[in-house]
T-cell receptor, first 112, second 111 residues
Framework: EDQVTQSPEALRLQEGESSSLNCSYT??????LFWYRQDPGKGPEFLFT???AGEEKEKERLKATLTKKESFLHITAPKPEDSATYLC?????????????FGQGTILTVHP | DTGVSQDPRHKITKRGQNVTFRCDPI?????LYWYRQTLGQGPEFLTY????????KSRLLSDRFSAERPKGSFSTLEIQRTEQGDSAMYLC?????????FGPGTRLTVL
């Protein structure tokens, strides 16, 4: 069974204090690993897709990396507007039809 | 707005009542997914449609739940005889390739 574990559960940062979020996964044949941002009361917003170990993607202050067992979401010089829950999900290959298996998320709070 | 839309955004019902939610995917997205999310957890997969065919259902989807996508466009999710444990956010997502784009969700509260 596919499994995703995110750590830490919650992270409090000062504005400008860089840090990383972790996503550990086990999946039968990884088709893709996805990062989403979710604001309270809203649906998840797509950020990145990573397909193979060693791949990196960047968007503004966010950078996602992938190894064979985990992914990291690096946040450089965060701002208060980066406060949200960050979700990691995996998509298995084969006949899974593309369903996503999510972790429980990391709640990020950035204080001014 | 060309994103995924869901209706209603909020639904409060009494235990035992039936409820129906609607999802309108992004135009030309042939894949449609339903997920359920409870407080403090990530979304959990419920069911998947490719065009009008329902190709996968989770074990979470008991026989009180039914989903349809009659013409391969919008989809409905019905819950019969609601229970308090059904209280959650119901999310719809659509895709044409691997990336799934989510709607704003329907928040269901069962009293």
């Amino acid at each position: 069974e596919d499994q995703v574990t995110q750590s830490p559960e919650a992270l409090r940062l000062q504005e400008g204090e860089s840090s990383s979020l972790n996503c550990s996964y086990t999946v039968s044949g990884l088709r893709g690993l996805f990062w989403y941002r979710q604001d309270p009361g809203k649906g998840p917003e797509f950020l990145f897709t990573l397909y193979s170990a060693g791949e990196e993607k960047e968007k503004e202050r966010l950078k996602a990396t992938l190894t064979k067992k985990e992914s990291f979401l690096h946040i450089t010089a965060p701002k208060p507007e980066d406060s949200a829950t960050y979700l990691c999900a995996v998509q298995a290959g084969g006949t899974s039809y593309g369903k996503l298996t999510f972790g429980q998320g990391t709640i990020l709070t950035v204080h001014p | 707005d060309t994103g995924v839309s869901q209706d209603p955004r909020h639904k409060i019902t009494k235990r035992g009542q039936n409820v129906t939610f609607r999802c309108d995917p992004i135009s030309e997205h042939n894949r449609l997914y339903w997920y359920r999310q409870t407080l403090g957890q990530g979304p959990e997969f419920l069911t998947y449609f490719q065009n009008e065919a329902q190709l996968e259902k989770s074990r979470l989807l008991s026989d009180r739940f039914s989903a349809e996508r009659p013409k391969g466009s919008f989809s409905t999710l019905e819950i019969q005889r609601t229970e308090q444990g059904d209280s959650a956010m119901y999310l719809c997502a659509s895709s044409v390739k691997n990336e799934q784009f989510f709607g704003p969700g329907t928040r269901l509260t069962v009293l």
